[in-house]
Every structure is written in structure tokens, then in C-alpha cells.
């Protein structure tokens, strides 16, 4: 048999999805033929977006939020999956990541239409209870009952679950090396055939250009960030992120350029961005160190510069004494947040 033959093949498929597109790379033999693969890789993603889209009016989740409150709705399993881990992440951010802020994103235009100012009020002066306060899971794990008024949106969590479902399907076709992402979203599985672990860059929060800011070498674990610098609004000539103050209804005032937080699978690396970016630098540092979740925080320095602030074994004040260092991270029991008190 010719050398040839025995190489791993490289493959790098990609296809649309929500807005943006897929990506997964990978090695197989070279007799393999990749298109049965990127058709599941597509249908899974599709699947995410029909359950989980706000911008599909006749998505699961949409018919979730237009059912009148109280009764229980009947949902998809993988939804269902979504929600509890979404809850449960609200639960113990103590409500800084919320899935019932669909009206307040909206209505600053972040979502299918534009700002509008009466629905921006309207935000505004609502009475707020966080979701995981008035979303009810049956425990027969298939229905869904709202007990107040919420509009639910899981763009905080849908994207990286996306990225869970490419390397589930990855797994289902016995590959279980390669690297799969959605817009920056990404997950590693197993190592490079040549025994490294995957590398992935960390941007730097720059809206005007793409560069990176350091590099992570990631073995069987997910990525996410959450930024200030990709989405945003100017309103009185300041800029807002797209991430909402969950207690004001409306975009954050301050907030770090960028977290970036490393677990077990990009859903709860994506969740766990957006709730740190909400609590910040210090309110969130205190609950990474408590949970023991491992979080980046790039900070501007008021000049042109970025300050970095670690939390937990993998962004530790001694890895980031050079910004460009590659820093290896194995997932172990390490990703497994501890229970809030």
C-alpha cells in the first residue's frame, strides 16, 4: 500500500447558518467520502435554528413565547435541553445570564426589526422577574409553561449549542479529532493527528480590524466570547453592546471588551460569556473563582491598549504575563462548575 494511502485526509467543510456560517475541520482516511457527513452537519444546525430562531416566527421557540401564559406547551427534546441548561445558568449567575429578555432586544433593534423608541420605553418600564423565576419545566422533560408574561430569546446560548450539535454529529460518524465552530464559537475534539491540541485564536476586541489577541491550544473542550465590538448601536453619540442589562432592560452601560470563557461544551462556554460580561470584571471575576469556571476578561485601559484579568487554571495572572503565550488546556473535572449556594 503506497504512503499515499495511509495519510489522514484533511477535510474543511462549511454551510449557512443563522445569519453566519458553520465550519468543521477535520481528518479521515482517505477513502472517506465527506458529503453524507456535511449534510448532517447541515441538518443539525438547521435543526437548532427552526427549534431556537427568533428571526423564524414559526420557530418551537416563537410558538413558545406566543402561548398564553400558564398553560404548558409541548416542546422538542433538544429545546427542552436548551432551556434547562439556560435556566439553570440564569439560576446561578443569579439572573445576569436571562433568556426572558426577548422584548428588550427587540426593541433596541437587535433582533429581525429596527430600534423602536415606544417599544425601547416600553422595555424600559417593565417589571422585570428574571426567566429561570417564571419558567416552569414539566417533569415529564417534553412540556414548557410560562407563569408571567416573558418573551424568551436564547441567542446567548442557541450559537454554541449549534457548535455542540457539529461535534455530536462529528462523533456519530466515528470521528472524534477535529474542530467545529459557528462565528467564532468553537470545539475542540480530541487532538490534531499529529498529537498537538487544536489551536484557536482569542480576537482582539477591535471592531476595525480581525487579529488575534492570544492563542489557545484546546483538547476536548468548547470556546466562546462574548464582545462588545461585533454588535452594537450609537445612541447619543455613545456606543452600546448588544448585551443587555438584565435589570434595566436595555444595553449595557460598561462592560469588558470581551470575555472569553473555556468549558466542558461551547453552550455553556457561550452562556457563561454573556454572564460575565453582564456582572464585569470584578462581580464576575468573584463568581468564576467561586464556580470555578475559567474566564478572560480584556479590558480597554482608557488608551489604545488591552489590560487582560484571568480566572481559573487555564487564564491564571502567570499564564497571562505574555499576551501571545499558547496556553494548553485538557478538559477534566476542572469544567465542571460547582453548584451555586
Not at 437587535?110 to 417589571?127: E, T, W
Not at 470581551?258 to 466542558?264: L, Y
Not at 502567570?318 to 485538557?330: C, D, K, W, Y
Amino acid at each position: 500500500m503506497s504512503k499515499m494511502s495511509t495519510e489522514p485526509k484533511c477535510h474543511a467543510l462549511n454551510g449557512p447558518t443563522m445569519g453566519t456560517r458553520w465550519s468543521a475541520l477535520f481528518y479521515t482516511a482517505g477513502t472517506f467520502d465527506p458529503k453524507p457527513l456535511h449534510d448532517a452537519l447541515q441538518a443539525a444546525v438547521d435543526e437548532v435554528d427552526a427549534q431556537m430562531s427568533t428571526w423564524k416566527p414559526s420557530s418551537d421557540l416563537m410558538r413558545l413565547n406566543a402561548a398564553p401564559v400558564g398553560d404548558w406547551m409541548k416542546v422538542p427534546e433538544r429545546l427542552m435541553k436548551v432551556l434547562r441548561l439556560a435556566l439553570n445558568i440564569g439560576r446561578m449567575s443569579g439572573g445576569a445570564f436571562d433568556i426572558g429578555m426577548g422584548d428588550a432586544i427587540a426593541a433596541w433593534g437587535f433582533g429581525p426589526m429596527a430600534a423602536d423608541q415606544h417599544l425601547i420605553r416600553k422595555a424600559l418600564n417593565a417589571p422585570r422577574q428574571s426567566a429561570h423565576e417564571v419558567v416552569e419545566l414539566h417533569s415529564d422533560g417534553a412540556r414548557v409553561r410560562k407563569t408571567a408574561p416573558v418573551i424568551l430569546d436564547l441567542n446567548g446560548i442557541a450559537k454554541g449549542y449549534g457548535v455542540d450539535r457539529l461535534a455530536e454529529t462529528l462523533y456519530d460518524f466515528s470521528i472524534s479529532s477535529g474542530l467545529v465552530g459557528i462565528d467564532g464559537e468553537m470545539r475542540a475534539l480530541g487532538r490534531h493527528p499529529d498529537g498537538q491540541p487544536w489551536t484557536i485564536a482569542i480576537e482582539t476586541p477591535d471592531s476595525a480590524r480581525r487579529a488575534p489577541h492570544s492563542i489557545l491550544a484546546l483538547q476536548d473542550a468548547g470556546v466562546a466570547t462574548s464582545g462588545d465590538y461585533r454588535h452594537w448601536l450609537i445612541v447619543g453619540g455613545r456606543r452600546l453592546s448588544h448585551t443587555m442589562d438584565p435589570p434595566r432592560g436595555a444595553p449595557l452601560m460598561t462592560s469588558p471588551a470581551s470575555v472569553t470563557i473555556v468549558a466542558r461544551t461551547c453552550a455553556e462556554a457561550d452562556a457563561w460569556a454573556t454572564a460575565l460580561t453582564v456582572l464585569g470584571p470584578k462581580g464576575g471575576a468573584v463568581l468564576a473563582r467561586r464556580l470555578r469556571l475559567n474566564a478572560l476578561f480584556l479590558m480597554r485601559d482608557g488608551g489604545a491598549g488591552i489590560r487582560p484579568e484571568g480566572v481559573g487554571p487555564l487564564f491564571g495572572r502567570e499564564r497571562l504575563s505574555n499576551a501571545r503565550e499558547v496556553t494548553s488546556f485538557r478538559n477534566n473535572a476542572e469544567l465542571q462548575p460547582r453548584a451555586a449556594p
